[in-house]
């Protein structure tokens, strides 16, 4: 199945806003084609990008002995 930016935000249960985040500056999203000004993705794509996803806020720091 293809997606376009809007359509790939609804299934990533993101705004097209963030969709654009991820493609501009994290760019840790790209697109499987460009089809003039349009950008779709792949269904593949998205699921590997969800994998690679991780949740919002910085990860908790380790003290020294594994501590937290």
């Known amino acids: 199945m293809l ?3 809007a359509t790939a935000a609804e299934r990533l249960s993101l ?6 985040y991820h493609l501009y ?3 840790d999203l790209k697109p499987d084609y460009v089809l003039g000004a349009r950008l779709i ?3 593949e794509t998205l699921v590997a990008f969800l994998a690679r996803k991780r949740g919002p806020g910085r990860p908790k720091s380790v003290k020294k002995g594994g501590e937290k």
């Open 41 to 43: 993705f792949t269904e």
């Open 15 to 20: 705004s097209v806003a963030t969709i654009k």
């Open 25 to 27: 500056v994290a760019k």
């Open 3 to 5: 997606y376009s930016t």
